[in-house]
């Protein structure tokens, strides 16, 4: 009796304490909270020592990690507060077997079998399945599904910015089945936005944010048929420096906003490629003539911004109509030719957005993902993932995850696949098995794509042998059942990884579009922005008191078990 009286009076004193550290606002309540961060990271830093212990995965470890598990969600409360920001990073393509492969492939990079590893948001609390159909297709296309998650409609292949009413190539269809994005609804409630991507920005994920157009290949002046001159279309990179919106626009093809006449700026055998005598870059100067605005096309020229003091920034780091590196390549560059990592755009990004107090949204795409999967390079593709996740890490560094909704996904998935009966720990880009035929095959495969498994035959109709082949290359073709001029999209859902204010509200099997209505709803934009939405609080002190009490609760019913 005396036991259980005593700890009703630890309880209550530790009721108390946890009240005063958790107070809104104080220093300590920032200290529980990268407490919080820290505790969990070491945590999983445990499993994975633990994991690259031959002896160590007997019945007690699992049972300690599935324990340890359900503390951490018996813990979890759900931020039902205001997001002030937004940051949105989706890897375009990425599949759940190419995250699948990439946390395996970071994880034998540090030495580790690196089936046990995960990647940084694959630890966020909140997983959805979205589906990721259009409306004229089973299998999507970027610029359909990039509609469906910002502008939070789903609409016909091949359109941007514009709900089912759109017709493929037909202007004046875009009158009336135009939508507003969730940058613009931003910005209308007087944040920051801005853009990252390693791919063009005038892509089709990017150009969702701000483009309304019935065929997403227009993306500058040269590209346009005579009817939509005629009809009175604009091209996608006029129509991003007439949105002039964005407080940070990073990313490649510079050649598409420059005259014909006029050469690169950094790598003189490349003109620009506009044919209206247009200089876009000039114009958008010129709008920012009185602002703290900076140009930038390299590297240094973006290490070199004083962050502190610039209120714009545009970045077009690849010449012509070109994206930017894949990240395998960059790293063999010299500092001068490397172009800038996409952790280090989002930083940049990140920096000057968050100075607003009024909040921002930031899109950062890892949109070359897509490209090494189309390439049939499964290496180009885990290694630009491998490049996301740490831009990722340094994103969250950067923000406030109280008051951020931070959301991790893909636009569609690719027909790559994972299988096989490779053993623990075999090298992700290895043989995975032996086929009847006596020959091997690797792990990661396609269903289709440049590797057409025909082509390879030897002149007996047998299988190429890859034993003494670097399967891991850079440059190697994973075999594909079927021949195309490229590898196609897969259909399948994706997987959204969400954390942050109503990031509970991202979980289950879901249209593409609800996300863009979540995001809405969570950071209080466009018709949610009531005073009834602007209200809604989600006190840091209870949060952090109820999550101190639930692992009190544990504590205690664990002592007690064990000791009276």
Not at 260 to 269: I, K, L, Q
Not at 448 to 463: A, H, K, T
Not at 523 to 538: F, K, V, Y
Request: hydrophobic residues 35%; negative net charge; contains cysteine.
């Amino acid at each position: 009796m005396a036991v259980h009286v005593s700890l009703h009076w630890l309880l209550l004193v530790l009721l108390i304490l946890g009240s005063e550290f958790t107070t809104p606002g104080s220093s300590a309540e920032e200290g529980a909270h990268k407490y919080r961060h820290r505790a969990h990271t070491n945590t999983q830093h445990r499993r994975l020592h633990k994991r690259g212990t031959e002896s160590a995965e007997d019945a007690a470890f699992w049972q300690t990690q599935a324990d340890d598990m359900i503390d951490e969600r018996l813990a979890y409360t759900p931020n039902t507060g205001v997001a002030n920001n937004i940051v949105f990073f989706l890897g375009d393509g990425m599949s759940i077997p190419t995250i699948a492969a990439a946390r395996i492939l970071q994880g034998q990079l540090r030495g580790e079998t690196g089936e046990e590893n995960s990647l940084s948001f694959e630890s966020f609390p909140h997983v959805s399945l979205i589906k990721t159909y259009n409306t004229d297709a089973q299998v999507p296309d970027s610029a359909a599904t990039a509609t469906a998650l910002f502008c939070g409609v789903k609409t016909k292949t091949y359109t941007t910015g514009c709900d089912d009413g759109v017709v493929k190539d037909d202007c004046l269809s875009v009158t009336g089945s135009a939508v507003d994005s969730i940058a613009t609804l931003a910005e209308q409630a007087g944040k920051s936005i801005g853009i990252v991507t390693t791919q063009r920005v005038t892509h089709a994920t990017p150009s969702a944010l701000y483009a309304h157009t019935p065929n997403r290949k227009w993306e500058y002046d040269v590209k346009l048929t005579d009817d939509a001159v005629r009809d009175g279309c604009t091209d996608i990179a006029s129509q991003l420096i007439e949105y002039d919106k964005f407080h940070v626009i990073l990313g490649g093809a510079r050649g598409y906003f420059l005259n014909s006449t006029e050469p690169d700026p950094v790598n003189t055998s490349y003109t620009g490629l506009r044919e209206d005598g247009r200089n876009l870059i000039t114009e958008w100067q010129t709008q920012h003539e009185h602002d703290r605005a900076s140009v930038v096309y390299t590297r240094p020229q973006l290490l070199d911004v004083d962050l502190d003091n610039t209120d714009y920034l545009f970045g077009l780091f690849s010449a012509g109509g070109n994206y930017m590196n894949y990240d395998i390549d960059n790293e063999d560059l010299s500092e001068e030719e490397k172009d800038p990592t996409l952790e280090e755009m989002t930083e940049a990004a990140i920096k000057i957005l968050s100075r607003n107090p009024n909040g921002y949204f930031l899109m950062v795409e890892g949109g070359l993902i897509d490209y090494g999967h189309h390439d049939g390079t499964a290496t180009i593709a885990l290694y630009d993932t491998l490049a996301m996740d740490r831009a990722i890490v340094s994103a969250r560094d950067l923000v406030t995850e109280d008051d951020t909704l931070f959301i991790v996904t893909a636009d569609h998935s690719h027909v790559m696949t994972f299988g096989g009966w490779p053993t623990r720990g075999n090298p992700i880009f290895g043989i995975g098995d032996i086929g009847t035929d006596g020959l091997p095959y690797t792990t990661l495969s396609y269903a289709n794509g440049l590797g057409y498994i025909v082509d390879r035959l030897n002149e007996d109709n047998s299988r190429q042998n890859i034993t003494n082949i670097d399967t891991g290359s850079r440059k190697y073709l994973q075999e594909a059942t079927f021949p195309a001029e490229f590898e196609s999209h897969g259909g399948e859902d994706v997987a959204l990884y969400a954390t942050g204010p109503m990031s509970h509200l991202l979980t289950g099997s879901q249209e593409q579009s609800y996300v863009m209505h979540v995001m809405k709803y969570a950071a209080c934009l466009g018709d949610r922005r009531t005073s009834s939405c602007l209200g809604r609080t989600s006190d840091v002190s209870t949060i952090h008191t109820t999550s101190l009490l639930t692992a009190i609760l544990v504590l205690i019913n664990t002592f007690v078990v064990n000791f009276v």
